[in-house]
T-cell receptor
Framework: QKEVEQDPGPLSVPEGAIVSLNCTYS??????FMWYRQYSRKGPELLMY????GNKEDGRFTAQVDKSSKYISLFIRDSQPSDSATYLC????????????FGDGTTLTVKP | GAGVSQSPRYKVTKRGQDVALRCDPI?????LYWYRQALGQGPEFLTY????????KSGLPNDRFSAERPEGSISTLTIQRTEQRDSAMYRC???????????FGDGTRLSIL
């Protein structure tokens, strides 16, 4: 079983919908939680970065971390066709703080 | 440029050859990371540096893989005696410090014939 599990999708929603993306993890030492967006043939682009539990909002994006449940979420409000991409969660912390462990990504398509 | 720069973008080589992949991090970033990403999967950690010191190389698959960052800036990932299973996208990332968010380059696509 992988340390970080992410539903691969694909997920298809109409423009304007609220999107919910989730990851679960098993390593309780993780303290830093990231969401990346990756377009085809490009490198991952950092969207959200949070430390420990709680919520963080940035424009249309909200990241939630629940360390007690080992569950993180990314919400996208008013989704746009330009949000169509693969979304990767990543985590780090503990003795190997420099090493990030990634999920395998969820592919999202937002239809106009 | 302002971002992480990797070269070459594409590398095709024959099995058994050595290859060197280069990463130029964002200026001022102390930490530099190498990952490998298979199609349909997330990046898989290989190794990382703080300045010129290699902090963790636990992800390097075997002793054919090595990395260096001699002056604490540009880094090279070297694969000796390449095998077909080494074919993948190799990604580099950098950050201000080891506990800060990582910023990725667009990768080097390595194909071993």
């Amino acid at each position: 079983q992988k340390e970080v599990e992410q539903d691969p999708g694909p997920l298809s929603v109409p423009e304007g919908a609220i999107v919910s993306l989730n990851c679960t993890y098993s390593n309780s030492a993780f303290q830093y939680f990231m969401w990346y967006r990756q377009y085809s043939r490009k490198g991952p682009e950092l969207l959200m970065y949070t430390y420990s539990s709680g919520n963080k909002e940035d424009g249309r994006f909200t990241a939630q971390v629940d360390k007690s449940s080992k569950y993180i979420s990314l919400f996208i409000r008013d989704s746009q066709p330009s949000d169509s991409a693969t979304y990767l969660c990543a985590m780090s912390g503990g003795t190997n703080a420099g090493k990030s462990t990634f999920g395998d990504g969820t592919t999202l398509t937002v239809k106009p | 440029g302002a971002g992480v720069s990797q070269s070459p973008r594409y590398k095709v080589t024959k099995r058994g050859q050595d290859v060197a992949l280069r990463c130029d991090p964002i200026s001022g970033h102390v930490s530099l990371y190498w990952y490998r990403q298979a199609l349909g999967q997330g990046p898989e950690f290989l190794t990382y540096f703080n300045y010129e010191a290699q902090q963790d190389k636990s992800g390097l698959p075997n002793d054919r893989f090595s990395a260096e960052r001699p002056e604490g800036s540009i880094s090279t990932l070297t694969i000796q005696r390449t095998e077909q299973r080494d074919s993948a996208m190799y990604r580099c990332a950098s950050s201000l410090a080891y506990d800060q968010p990582q910023h990725f380059g667009d990768g080097t696509r390595l194909s071993i014939l």
